[in-house]
T-cell receptor
Framework: DQQVKQNSPSLSVQEGRISILNCDYT??????FLWYKKYPAEGPTFLIS?????DKNEDGRFTVFLNKSAKHLSLHIVPSQPGDSAVYFCAASVVFGQNFVFGPGTRLSVLP | DGGITQSPKYLFRKEGQNVTLSCEQNLNHDAMYWYRQDPGQGLRLIYYSQIVNDFQKGDIAEGYSVSREKKESFPLTVTSAQKNPTAFYLC??????????FGPGTRLTVT
């Protein structure tokens, strides 16, 4: 049973528009959530995180929203750029820095 | 430069042979992890270690073994018992309170 789900395997967005990537989780014990970006044949790189005491965290073009009651989080990228084309993984943990559970990923394609 | 190194980037082995993948970190992180990624799938946890000389099985540990004799090193052995060893293997490390950092990965092909 997947504890972290990313139901959209792929997403295409026009350059300059907003990209919204979604993630759902089932374990109510998760308190920390992260987004990673991964290019082919490379390791994932950390993008942004949020803890359950907040409902929004921003870092430049990236914003993560958390709805704990719905067990849902989303990553917004505004404006989207061609270099954002990658696979995005959502991850969750009970203790930050330990034993993250990863979703299956969403492949984002930003079209010029 | 602080980071995680995995070597080699590409590895080829014959079926029936054991192979060991290297992972070294100089971030002084206590915890280290091994994941496997298959085409179109997410990251699946193989083994993790929270501290030297201790490690735990992840979701798909069968056919794999690890050791953690030094804080900076967490090698993964893919044994001949692993039925589908061809995959992209990722090592990561973390410190409590911080995100995981990943190495560049090793693509293992077994024929």
């Amino acid at each position: 049973d997947q504890q972290v789900k990313q139901n959209s395997p792929s997403l295409s967005v026009q350059e300059g528009r907003i990209s919204i990537l979604n993630c759902d989780y089932t374990n109510s014990m998760f308190d920390y959530f992260l987004w990673y970006k991964k290019y082919p044949a490379e390791g994932p790189t950390f993008l942004i995180s949020i803890s359950s005491i907040k409902d929004k965290n921003e870092d430049g073009r990236f914003t993560v929203f958390l709805n704990k009651s719905a067990k849902h989080l989303s990553l917004h990228i505004v404006p989207s750029q061609p270099g954002d084309s990658a696979v995005y993984f959502c991850a969750a943990s009970v203790v930050f820095g330990q034993n993250f559970v990863f979703g299956p990923g969403t492949r984002l394609s930003v079209l010029p | 430069d602080g980071g995680i190194t995995q070597s080699p980037k590409y590895l080829f082995r014959k079926e029936g042979q054991n192979v060991t993948l290297s992972c070294e970190q100089n971030l002084n992180h206590d915890a280290m992890y091994w994941y496997r990624q298959d085409p179109g799938q997410g990251l699946r946890l193989i083994y993790y270690s929270q501290i030297v000389n201790d490690f735990q099985k992840g979701d798909i540990a069968e056919g794999y073994s690890v050791s953690r004799e030094k804080k900076e090193s967490f090698p993964l052995t893919v044994t001949s018992a692993q039925k589908n060893p061809t995959a992209f293997y990722l090592c990561a490390s973390s410190q409590q309170g911080y995100a995981q950092y990943f190495g560049p990965g090793t693509r293992l092909t077994v024929t």
